[in-house]
């Protein structure tokens, strides 16, 4: 046997043998896996599609330790298809490459598709998920997708729409619970041959503790075997004393990195939309305390302040532009400040999204309607335009009384469609007073 060989067997034996509790107590097949039956009950699709063998492309996303990778694992032992690995944080296109390639021999020399199982996929970058599309496309391979980011924000447009999008929520108390009992018995008890027990309250304050994150739930009742010493008859008793122990500081705080980070900074927009400065705040400062990306968070209130706020008060534009640029300028902790200070203005703002209203609604238009410049709007500056008759007959408002004058703007075959109603509220309501006066002008025909 080469010493290679030697290696890998002694290596493989290691991490089989101190692989931690979580790893070893990963399902291997459907009826051992707990939750996710909106997905995974009986008669659902996905669990037809793995047992009948038929899985097209899909994306699994969701928090972590709710089963995306256990379930790639129980349908590869499933499938009778060549089943292939990547993790996005090693591999790169070169590995790509290298799966497509056997994907394809797998088809010329046994006519069997392949199903490419990739780890963190959000972490491939644009040209890393479309070296992937053709293959996808053309049914080289099936694609399976695992992430904690929403993966509408994070896997290419086009790979979507050839996967089915799972969504696998944060595991219920009970499953968590039935996951730890699970562990004690099968894991700890038969195969490890512990003398064991594990009082009922500790089970309980594991699975409250682990927010529906089996793993976390495992990791820390691992701990607690490890770290608790045994009895004069060599037995181990789990008690809620042990199983505090073995808990690190709870924290409210979420991975900045994944699908909560949306979640939580939707509570902002929306707080800041319903014109509730005290609990913008408290969003502002939970994801300050969890290391969000200040500037991220500028950003939002940028759009925020357009979308919500718009013209009527169309200063708050202003003031979040500048808090993004303080941000540039002075950087954390500090930046904190100006932060408050934009987001206790735009909540406090008047509210009008007639402008995010529309510029949707003529953008909704654009799709069945390809508008042509009327020749009295066009460009004449520009050589043999007079010829054509560009820009002949227009009116230059500026040489009429009141800067305007009544003429056409739009193209000649227009149904003259309103896009924009504004509100009568904060500033907005003195451009509606404008306008009125405009249409009022109109009617009396005085220009």
């Known amino acids: 046997m080469s010493n290679l060989n030697l290696f890998n067997m002694n290596y493989n034996e290691f991490i089989q043998n101190n692989s931690p509790l979580a790893d070893k107590m990963r399902p291997v097949d459907l009826t051992e896996f707990e939750g996710q039956a909106h997905i995974l009950a009986e008669g659902k699709m996905l669990r037809r599609a793995i047992l009948a063998d038929k899985l097209s492309s899909i994306i699994l996303y969701g928090p972590p330790g709710t089963g995306k990778t256990t379930l790639a694992r129980i349908i590869a032992r499933a499938t009778k298809k060549n089943f292939e690995t990547l993790n996005a944080v090693t591999s790169g296109i070169k590995d790509i490459k290298e799966k497509t390639a056997e994907a394809i021999n797998q088809i010329s020399l046994y006519k069997r598709q392949t199903i490419v199982f990739i780890d963190e996929i959000h972490r491939f970058n644009k040209s890393q998920q479309d070296a992937l599309l053709p293959y996808v496309e053309n049914g080289t391979i099936i694609l399976i997708g695992a992430t904690t980011e929403n993966p509408y924000f994070e896997v290419n447009s086009a790979l979507l729409s050839r996967s089915m999008i799972f969504e696998l929520k944060a595991l219920e108390y009970e499953d968590v619970t039935a996951i730890l009992r699970r562990a004690e018995e099968k894991v700890l008890i038969k195969e490890a041959g512990l003398n064991i027990s594990i009082d009922e309250d500790a089970i309980e304050l594991l699975a409250s503790y682990s927010g529906g994150d089996a793993r976390k739930a495992l990791n820390a009742l691992e701990l607690a075997v490890l770290t608790t010493p045994t009895g004069k008859d060599g037995s181990i008793r789990i008690t809620v004393n042990d199983a505090k122990e073995s808990i690190q500081n709870k924290t409210s705080y979420y991975d900045k990195k994944g699908d ?76 904190r400040i100006p932060l408050a200070q934009t987001t206790i203005y735009i909540a406090c703002a008047p509210k009008s999204n007639t402008a995010y209203m529309a510029i949707n609604k003529a953008l909704d238009l654009m799709n069945t309607y390809n508008p042509d410049v009327p020749n009295t709007l066009k460009d004449k500056s520009y050589k043999s335009a007079s010829k054509l008759g560009h820009g002949a007959g227009y009116k230059y408002p500026h040489d009429y009384q009141y800067g305007f004058v009544e003429q056409n703007y739009f193209p000649l075959d227009f149904n003259n469609e309103k896009f924009y109603n504004p509100k009568n509220i904060g500033y907005e309501k003195n451009i509606k007073k404008y306008l009125d006066f405009i249409n009022d002008l109109k009617s009396k025909e005085e220009i």
Do not use: Q, T
């Open 260 to 335: 909560k980070h949306y979640d939580i900074i939707s509570a902002f927009i929306k707080s800041l939309r319903g014109s509730d400065p005290d609990a913008a705040l408290l969003w502002l400062a939970k994801m300050i305390k969890s290391g969000e990306d200040p500037k991220f968070i500028a950003r939002r209130l940028i759009i925020s302040a357009s979308e919500d706020v718009g013209n009527a008060d169309p200063n708050a534009l202003n003031i979040a532009v500048n808090c993004f640029n303080a941000i540039n300028i002075i950087g954390m902790p500090e930046g």
